[in-house]
């Protein structure tokens, strides 16, 4: 379309000036407010012992939530793309799930389930302790994965997967010889996604949390904390640490979309 | 979840139907629809800017659409709070207001028109286009009968992501909201306030009305993907 030099224009600058209002004025403004007395109080606001120990168990949750998703996330893919089975389409609804349904109300469903008088009782401490954040950040970033991985799987078909078998070999060397290095890097960009997510949930851990400062505290509880706490310098340095790892993400994004889009 | 109606059903009933409920819900279901209106729009249009324009910086542009959904929602709150707390450095007193929800949604809910309409809109047959031009049409004509016919799948697919993710928006709502009954008290933290004061009875039925919602958003998504592609053959 030969749109009209006028039109075009007046468009880009609408948007523009959309996104520079919504996106960027807000994240420059907190930025600068965390940076404005230099770099020395944020950095003791960021290596304070609760602060470590924040980020240790942030780090610790996403070790454990991420190869987990990822190891499911191929096999769902796998199972939704080459299987054939009763209930396919009902699966593939509802692996979006988690991206539809309110984190609090995740929080809340692990609660009812593993929680004091729930319906499951294990014999260690789920709720209010690491394996009740580590379910919820699970549950929260199941998707991503899955959603990366099934487009790739369908745009190249089964072609080369059939030839390995002819040429005899077994399932799990065609797996690994033809399949996986063709979806790698849509693999490694739900992985990224899923990180993102892991280190930055906030609404069901904080419900299964308990909240407790030095035990159960991540980096987007303590975030809160110091905010309740009127620890306003404290709760933007916090808060940059994790703009930096956004940023970082949106890197690895743009790096990876390009290798991504080729398969 | 099925613990919602673990006193029967009037328990039920009267956890969804309470006052502060019911006010809560609806809150959060009209500014989600109003959220997802304005994105799709808004969407759409940074969506044919990324595709069609060209300017210097296009591709940092393209790269920060997803800002939003790689940055924690908490940290958004913190975010907003920079810009429309009482530290404001424009003036603008805005916490605790429909006006600091609906920013707050708009800003974490921005990628999801604009990701999903973007593909649609590279793929455009342009042929199509010029033959509407050449037969006279002008190119508001042309867009609205040849190109957005094409991107309603999308939009829908977009718009109606962006509802669901902002009914049950929880971490950037927090801090701006306010959480005032019956004024600025969204569904999702008035479940998060019932589950603090130990009525897990009383959360569950409010939870069950958003899962509810999330549940009819997806099929609704799904059924718009079939529409669309059967309209593609």
Do not use: C
């Amino acid at each position: 379309m030969n749109v009209d030099r006028r039109v075009r224009l007046g468009v880009r600058t609408l948007v523009l000036a959309y996104l520079t209002v919504l996106l960027l004025v807000p994240v420059g403004l907190v930025f600068y407010r965390t940076f404005e007395h230099g770099i020395t109080p944020v950095w003791q606001a960021i290596t304070t012992p609760a602060a470590v120990h924040a980020f240790w168990l942030t780090l610790e949750i996403a070790l454990i939530a991420v190869p987990l998703n990822t190891i499911f996330g191929v096999v769902t893919a796998l199972a939704l793309v080459r299987g054939r089975f009763r209930g396919k389409v009902a699966i593939d609804a509802v692996i979006s799930l988690p991206f539809a349904l309110s984190p609090v109300v995740i929080g809340l469903a692990l609660l009812l389930v593993y929680g004091r008088g729930g319906w499951v009782s294990l014999p260690f401490q789920v709720i209010f302790s690491l394996p009740g954040m580590v379910l919820a950040t699970i549950f929260v970033s199941l998707p991503f994965v899955v959603r990366e991985v099934v487009p790739v799987l369908r745009e190249i078909g089964d072609e080369s997967e059939q030839a390995a078998a002819t040429l005899g070999a077994t399932p799990w060397q065609a797996f690994w010889r033809i399949t996986l290095p063709a979806i790698r890097w849509g693999i490694a960009y739900g992985v990224v996604l899923t990180t993102a997510r892991a280190i930055g949930e906030f609404g069901a851990v904080s419900v299964v949390s308990g909240r407790i400062a030095g035990e159960t505290q991540t980096l987007t509880l303590l975030v809160e904390q110091r905010f309740q706490n009127f620890d306003l310098a404290g709760a933007y340095a916090a808060s940059a640490l994790l703009g930096v790892i956004a940023i970082a993400t949106l890197l690895a994004m743009t790096l990876l979309k390009p290798r991504k889009d080729q398969t | 979840m099925a613990r919602s109606t673990d006193g029967g059903l009037d328990t039920f009933w009267s956890a969804v139907s309470s006052r502060q409920a019911v006010s809560a819900l609806t809150l959060s279901l009209w500014t989600s629809l109003v959220v997802a209106a304005v994105n799709a729009v808004a969407g759409t249009a940074t969506a044919w800017v990324l595709v069609r324009d060209d300017f210097r910086g296009k591709a940092v542009l393209n790269a920060l659409i997803d800002l939003p959904f790689a940055l924690p929602t908490i940290v958004v709150g913190i975010i907003l709070l920079a810009l429309v707390g009482p530290t404001s450095p424009v003036g603008i007193h805005a916490v605790a207001t429909t006006w600091a929800i609906l920013l707050a949604l708009l800003f974490v809910t921005l990628p999801f028109v604009v990701r999903s309409v973007q593909p649609v809109v590279q793929e455009l047959d342009r042929e199509m286009e010029e033959a509407a031009t050449s037969l006279g049409a002008s190119s508001a004509t042309t867009f609205r009968r040849v190109v957005l016919p094409n991107l309603v799948p999308a939009i829908l697919s977009g718009a109606g992501m962006s509802f669901a993710r902002a009914v049950g928006e929880f971490g950037s709502v927090i801090l701006v909201a306010g959480n005032i009954p019956f004024h600025t008290q969204l569904a999702s933290v008035y479940i998060f306030g019932q589950v603090e004061s130990d009525d897990p009875i009383g959360a569950a039925a409010v939870a069950v009305v958003l899962l509810a919602i999330s549940l009819i958003v997806l099929v609704a998504i799904a059924s718009v993907g079939r529409w669309g592609a059967r309209h593609e053959r």
